[in-house]
């Protein structure tokens, strides 16, 4: 999965939680196959989600929906 998938992922999401198209960026975290999510403008919320080889695009969105909510 590429980073223009998450991007496309994590928007997706967020657009169902009533975020919109807000600035959404997606970059790599220290770890491998984690991910850092950052969401907002002035406010900004970061989440980190895993996602390595063989991870599917319905299991980066149902983490992308879990640490949002529960942030």
């Known amino acids: 999965m590429t980073l223009e998938d998450l991007e496309r992922i994590a928007r997706a999401?967020?657009?169902e939680l009533g975020v919109g198209?807000?600035?959404?960026?997606?970059s790599p975290d220290t770890v491998a196959d984690r991910w850092r999510v950052t969401v907002g403008g002035r406010q900004q919320t970061t989440f980190t989600i895993r996602c390595g080889r063989g991870t599917t695009p319905q299991f980066v969105r149902s983490q992308i929906l879990d640490r949002f909510q529960g942030r």
Not at 21 to 26: A, E, K, Q
Request: overall charge neutral; hydrophobic content about 45%; glycine content about 12%.
């Open 13 to 15: 999401a967020l657009r």
């Open 21 to 26: 198209n807000g600035d959404v960026t997606v």
